[in-house]
């Protein structure tokens, strides 16, 4: 049995998906005007495991992934700076041009974290005909209002609408809030725009039975997630931050269209921590990706970090927890093919059922990972990289312990040498295991040796 923890509810339910053996997903993918964050990669890689999960539990996931590539303002709230414009500013070419850019950073950030591709990463600027359609049905519907700058959604048409985030509408009123914004055109602090009407300078416009314009950020993954999933799918995942405002609009923009039930189970993603506050774009002193890779780390130690937090807890980040996290990675790919404390089939069987349900219970990976470094099998940890997705088998056959043992050995002399700050006889080490074949690194955690391929 599966379970997760319905935002909707938020309860524990057991998953059981609409159609038998088959599971569809929708995950709110970047807006590619900079680089991730490694905080929105914590996403990424949560999203990963539950999709990994469900495919090792048998059933074939559809995953779709939506790309921000028309500029939305800064705010959920559409107040602020237009996020493609400022990009576009900051580096000097056009918006399309930078959708394109951090559209392609962003694919190889999912690979050097080893996350699985979207079945469909579909971009908002090739779905504005559908998000159209569904704007004028919701009009036909009478959930919606045009002023000049805009098309707007009537949230109190929409007698559920706090439901999602179980929010106190006179609460947030009365108490100003960030949610709140102030725009005179809207009848009620949270209606939303659905289409965004004249802004002669903004680089990305299209025809509309309205006028020309753009489609507020909302509506695009209601329509992109219907087009590729149907009006009722199964999961939708997310981060934390996107509870209130976000999936709260397009639960309301999809519900009111369609008149049925938009998503059957919430996930959504805690946050990581970066000392006191959470880390984010807009504060401009954001870790990306290639910061840890400059800083001498494995992308697939950062991946281990989070797989060590349960999704629904918030993560601190430090380069000592990440120092943590990669002797740790090391000791698993450490783990000796040889004298498997599982050899027989019945103590194999017993172990993976157990690591099995723990990974079922609510996305329990860090207990998985527990049992797994307890187990400490290399058929345990070779069947649960399906998971795990730490590229288990590729990397121990290159692990620095498959390696003769004078070379094993020099290496640790080097490391000794490092830290007593010898550089001379770090030096003189480096260049013998060069003269003996091999290639040699620096990581946080010592010496790299690779046998240089011929
Ligand atoms: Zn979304």
Known sequence: MIQFTNTLTRAKQEFIPMEPGKVKMYCCGPTVYNFAHIGNLRTYIFEDTVRRMLEMNGFEVTHVMNITDVGHLESDADEGEDKMEKGAQREGISPWEIARKYEETFFNDLERLNIKRPTRTPRA?????????????????????????????????????????????????????????????????????????????????????????????????????MQYLGATFDIHCGGVDHIPVHNTNEIAQSEAATGCQFVRYWLHGEFLQMGESKMAKSAD?????????????????????????????????????????????????????????????QAFHDASEEVLAAINEDLGIPQAVGLLNRYSSYRLWTYFDAVMGLRFEERTQKAPETLPEDVAELARQRDAARKEKNWLLSDSIRQQ??????????????????????
Request: proline content about 5%; charged content about 25%; glycine content about 8%.
């Open 433 to 454: 295991l060069i003269e003996l074949g091999y290639e040699v690194g620096d990581s946080p955690a010592g010496t790299t040796v690779k046998k240089r391929s011929l």
């Open 125 to 225: 600027t090739e779905h504005v005909v559908q998000m159209i359609e569904l704007i004028k049905k919701l009009e036909e519907r009478g959930y919606t209002y045009t002023r000049p700058s805009g098309v707007y959604f009537d949230t109190s048409k929409f007698a559920t609408y706090t439901e999602l985030a179980r929010l106190d509408l006179a609460g947030l009123q009365a108490g100003g809030g960030g949610r709140v914004d102030h725009n005179p055109d809207k009848r009620h602090p949270n209606d939303f725009a659905l289409w965004v009407l004249n802004k002669p300078r903004h680089a990305m416009q299209w025809e509309s039975p309205w006028g020309r314009g753009y489609p507020g950020w909302h509506i695009e993954c209601s329509a992109m997630s």
């Open 285 to 345: 002193n954001f870790i990306t990706l290639q910061t840890l890779v400059d800083e001498g780390y494995d992308p697939l130690a950062y991946r281990y970090l989070c797989l060590q937090a349960h999704y629904r807890s918030e993560l601190k980040f430090s380069f000592e927890s990440l120092d943590a996290a990669t002797v740790g990675l090391r000791k698993v790919y450490a783990t000796k093919a040889e004298n498997d404390p599982l050899s027989s089939e």
